[in-house]
């Protein structure tokens, strides 16, 4: 058995890059309106760089949510 990899054209750091954006505009978001922020339902894999980014965020944690397939990461300000 052996694990193989397809990136095609760098697709897998573009795809890396985007979701970190997402997760500082929805973190921004979050501590803008006061109201948690639920992103669209992803991988594990996909959820996981959500969750990095924003670990040492000041104001806002991550957690997710759901059952797999439709697992979602939910923002929300800190206590």
């Known amino acids: ?19 970190r954006q997402l997760a500082r505009r929805m973190a921004d978001q979050a ?21 990095l980014e924003l670990r040492d965020h000041p104001d806002v944690t991550s957690e997710s949510i759901g059952e797999e397939p439709a697992r979602k990461v939910t923002i929300l300000l800190k206590k």
């Open 1 to 19: 058995w052996v694990q193989v990899v397809v990136d095609v054209e760098g697709y897998r750091a573009r795809r890396e890059k985007q979701l």
């Open 31 to 51: 501590v803008r309106t006061g109201k948690r922020q639920i992103l669209e339902p992803m991988s594990s894999a996909e959820r996981r760089i959500i969750h």
